[in-house]
């Protein structure tokens, strides 16, 4: 009975806080549509704004447009030009004015008329300096009036020159007015043309809009101030409704009027303002928008102000009616998504009894196989808190292997188990845990209860109990058997090196010697068995080699002696070294491109996969085939391809080739013999070369192996010293230019395209190029931005030589550098000049001298290389040597090491101020440097983190700054 009161207590709560939240909600989204209401009326109020806005702006234009036109007659001009110099010789000759009147009237009127359709109400002419009027076009009777006093828009153009278009009330009404100043010959304003619209037109003009935009329930007013309003003439003024501040223009509606009498307006509009007015059954939108007559400050309330107007009443009408059909949408939602609730929870409390017990059972279940296996495992196992280290639980396992028991474990402490020398070492896998949430592998050492020390390896991972404490699971693994094993390989390594190379060396010579007849003739029968002991010891010893090279690869203890070399010289030697080998199964080895390259490698490690590799080549060719050697350059590596005519390989085969005691057995004629360990001992010399190792073969299609070295040098140095690369499509012209740079001292190459000459660059390292901007189906533009996008080439003068030197000083002079200009034809003396003249530009590195100190001769080989060509380039390997060439020497710039032998590079700073002065000193070492370290020097680059072709750059900067 209580389980069933409680049950339906529950229930009634879930379904009255889901009506709540429904009613909330629904609240919310409609105050949500109020507030997309009113962003649309206030969407509406700016357009109704801007409008008007526009369409004050519009009507100053036609206005200075109308009167521009009135200026622009030729009659009307000389008129004006005519009575300003009878007005400034005479003010007082009434006769000539009048003469000119009645002769210009005619015209006036012309224009006059021209204008009517235009809404022009007023077209005067005056003249300076007092704003004499001369002429009113309609009104001509009424003239001679002087206006200074009244009318300062216009005396603000007699006396600026200016013209000017405005709102101005004046005592004829209130319009927009444009005034054009009349300039004699020597730009002098002798008198002006006034056109005025009247205001009525800007109503005109936005009821047409209106009626555009299908808009019919709208409309616009102008309101005037009563102060503005008094200086309007009585006969000018028109019936209006006072207010306390505001007099209606006569074409306002009734609206504006009822708005006014019940005091609804503002008293004063500075800025657009948005209204929103109740009459009756309808609803309006009423923007105010201020129109500030000519010289009235912005920041008072504006004299004049449109009154725009909107009926909204079918919008309000329409939201309020979406506003219903939403809410009883939501209410009828609510109940019965609470119904649901009900019905549905009813059913779900005696699913969740069943599901309750079925999961207890589940769990229960769980815990006696998590138990099992914890107890049961063969690897130790422990339960740590985070806190403070103590061991809350261990499986038999831990016992076993520590000694200890369980009780006896959990009253220690973390240190009793783990040497104190692990101190810094916990402290690592503790942030660990604490940044990852796992640590390990961890190796470490156990003390065991009777204090021997365990060698073991540790991997855990960091949980939360149910009380919240940080807890750590981890899993020991005894490392005792693993290390005797080790321990077993290494002996065995060591007796294979010291014990077996030796007698299989005898071996080896004896068989030999004995083959050769040292000791007698044999008889065919015992040639061919010690043939075949001869070959077999060779094997064996092949073996042995294989083995102990692949265990020192792995154990990275095989050493490497890295140094720049010649790759062509490199493959020319290993061609020369196993083609006896090749001609002895009727194979022919053939090198067939010869790239200029260096690479950075262990020569003898190289030819070490070069012979494995030919050796296989040969071995699964055919009698009578070739076995070729390419290569091909690649951005910043060059890739070796070995390719054979053999009978290929399938993707099965590929996939294992590179294993240990991996072999192949496809058939050939030949006999095939070997470890199994050549190719995976290729692999790894050529990853700790820093390249990388591959094949490509289908079936019956022959096989490709290949490895790729980075390249230490992009160029190779040309055999002059001045050589250049001429880029030209023409050959006439092309060897002109060879024979003239002859001539002049220079070597020359000839690249009749891009491709062709991007080639040379590669192979040959030039000071210059001579560049052609038309070539054939190209554009030498494009060459040129090619060059200073890349590193090696960014700096080589470049010397135009076209006949279309404007269009390429237009492409190229914003982003050129060291680039010089050249019109075809071509004079002798000119070209010496240009060339001389950039080689001198490039020349500042022949007198720069440089002293490195560093001690690690690799670096200083790369460094050297990279630097020898572009400064004077000196080398000291430690603190004393540096500080005798810094007496002998004076130096440009010093590039500094940290680690020396004798000392801290950082030691050698006040040496440098006082023998050499403020030189630059660019650190560039593995160590890291501190902020006030950094201030010391000109520049700091860590080793790694930048490329040395990089560094000389930066070097070369510094040095030109």
Not at 318 to 330: E, K, S, T, V
Not at 387 to 406: C, H, R, W
Not at 595 to 602: G, K, S, T
Request: proline share 4%.
């Amino acid at each position: 009975m209580k389980s069933t009161k409680a049950t339906t207590i529950w229930l009634l709560s879930i379904g009255f806080t889901l009506l709540v939240v429904m009613l909330l909600s629904a609240w919310l989204a409609h105050q949500q549509r109020l507030h997309t209401f009113e962003l649309e009326l206030k969407q509406l109020h700016r357009t109704n704004s801007q409008q008007m806005q526009q369409l004050q702006l519009q009507l100053q234009q036609d206005a200075l447009i109308a009167a521009d036109l009135v200026h622009a007659n030729s009659h009307i001009q000389k008129a004006v030009l005519d009575a300003a110099s009878h007005y400034r010789n005479d003010p007082d000759d009434a006769v000539a004015l009048e003469r000119i009147r009645q002769a210009v009237l005619p015209e006036l009127k012309q224009q006059w008329q021209a204008l009517q359709p235009f809404a022009v109400r007023q077209l005067h002419l005056h003249l300076a300096p007092d704003a004499l009027t001369l002429l009113r076009a309609h009104r001509p009777e009424r003239h001679s009036d002087r206006l200074q006093d009244v009318r300062p828009m216009v005396m603000s153009v007699l006396n600026e020159g200016e013209a000017i278009a405005a709102l101005e009330v004046g005592r004829h009404g209130m319009g927009v007015r444009a005034v054009v100043p009349v300039q004699d010959a020597a730009l002098n304003t002798v008198g002006a043309v006034e056109v005025g619209l009247g205001i009525q037109t800007l109503i005109f003009k936005r009821q047409q809009l209106l009626q555009q935009q299908g808009i019919v329930d709208a409309g616009v007013s102008v309101l005037l101030s009563k102060q503005i309003s008094q200086v309007i003439h009585p006969s000018e003024q028109s019936a209006a409704v006072d207010h306390s501040l505001w007099v209606l223009d006569s074409e306002s509606g009734n609206h504006t009027q009822s708005w006014l009498k019940q005091g609804l307006l503002p008293n004063k509009v500075a800025q657009p303002t948005m209204l929103r007015f109740q009459q009756e059954q309808q609803h309006f939108l009423v923007s105010l928008m201020p129109w500030y007559s000519y010289q009235q400050p912005s920041e008072q309330a504006a004299d004049v102000v449109l009154v725009a107007w909107q009926d909204i009443t079918g919008q309000i009408a329409a939201h309020q009616q979406q506003n219903l059909r939403i809410w009883g949408l939501w209410l009828v939602s609510a109940l019965l998504s609470v119904s649901l609730i009900v019905f549905f929870a009813a059913r779900l409390q005696k699913a969740t009894a069943h599901s309750i017990k079925a999961q207890q059972l589940q769990l229960r279940w769980s815990e006696q196989r998590l138990d099992a296996l914890f107890r049961l495992s063969p690897l130790p196992i422990l339960l740590n808190r985070m806190e403070d280290g103590a061991f809350i639980e261990s499986n038999p396992a831990m016992e076993k292997l520590v000694g200890y028991t369980q009780q006896e474990l959990s009253e220690l402490s973390y240190w009793d188990l783990t040497p104190e020398i692990y101190a810094d070492d916990e402290q690592k896998q503790l942030e660990s845990l604490q940044n990852k949430g796992r640590y390990g592998p961890y190796r470490k050492q156990y003390r065991h209860k009777d204090g021997h020390l365990i060698d073991i390896e540790l991997n855990g991972m960091r949980f939360e109990n149910p009380a919240g404490e940080q807890m750590i699971w981890t899993i020991v693994q005894d490392l005792t058997e693993r290390n005797q094993l080790d321990k077993m390989k290494d002996e065995f390594i060591s007796t294979v090196s010291h014990e077996l190379r030796t007698p299989l060396t005898s071996i080896a010579g004896s068989l030999s010697l004995v083959l050769s007849g040292a000791a007698g003739e044999l008889t065919e029968k015992s040639k061919k068995m010690l043939g075949i002991a001869e070959r077999n010891s060779k094997r064996l010893t092949s073996l042995v080699n294989d083995l102990l090279d692949m265990e020192k690869l792995v154990a990275g203890k095989l050493t490497f002696m890295p140094q720049q070399l010649d790759l062509t010289e490199l493959l020319q030697d290993a061609v020369e070294q196993n083609s006896p080998y090749a001609q002895n199964h009727q194979t022919k080895l053939v090198l067939e491109s010869e790239l200029p390259a260096q690479v950075l490698a262990d020569p003898a490690r190289i030819q070490q996969v070069m012979a494995n590799l030919l050796s296989n080549a040969v071995k699964f060719s055919p009698n009578g085939s070739v076995v070729r050697i390419t290569t091909e350059q690649r951005p910043s590596t060059i890739r070796i391809n070995i390719i054979d005519e053999g009978p290929g390989l399938t993707a099965e085969e590929i996939s294992g080739l590179f294993q240990r005691f991996s072999q192949l057995n496809s058939g050939t004629t030949k006999q095939q013999s070997g470890t199994g360990l050549g190719l995976a001992i290729c692999r790894e010399i050529i990853h700790q070369s820093g390249g990388q190792i591959g094949v490509d073969s289908q079936p019956g299609q022959g096989t490709c192996f290949w490895f790729e070295l980075p390249l230490t040098e992009h160029t190779r140095p040309s055999q002059h010293l001045d050589a250049v690369l001429i880029v030209e499509d023409d050959a006439d012209i092309a060897l002109m230019l060879q024979a003239m740079l002859e001539q002049d001292g220079y070597s020359s190459d000839w690249a009749t395209d891009i491709e062709s000459a991007w080639r040379l660059l590669q192979c040959n390292n030039y000071k210059l190029i001579t560049l052609d901007l038309k070539l054939k189906n190209e554009h030498g533009a494009d060459f040129f931005l090619r060059l200073r996008d890349n590193l090696p080439t960014r700096d080589i003068p470049v010397l135009v030589i076209s006949a279309y030197i404007q269009e390429g000083k237009l492409q190229l002079g914003a982003m050129a550098n060291a680039i010089d200009w050249l019109e075809k034809p071509i004079q002798p003396d000119a070209l010496a000049t240009k060339l001389a003249q950039l080689l001198e530009q490039q020349a500042w590195h022949s007198e720069a001298r440089l002293l490195h100190v560093e001690d690690d001769n690799d670096i200083v080989a790369i460094v050297q290389m990279h630097l020898q060509s572009k400064c004077r380039y000196h080398q000291a390997a430690s603190l004393t040597q540096a500080r005798i060439l810094l007496r002998q020497h004076r130096f440009d710039l010093l590039l500094l090491d940290i680690g020396l032998p004798d000392g801290e590079g950082w030691d050698l700073l006040a040496d440098v101020k006082q023998l050499q002065g403020d030189i630059p000193v660019v650190v560039f070492s593995a160590r890291e440097s501190s902020l006030l370290q950094h201030g010391q020097v000109s520049a700091t680059f860590a080793k790694s983190r930048i490329e040395p072709a990089e560094l000389a750059q930066r070097i070369k900067t510094i040095l030109n700054d």
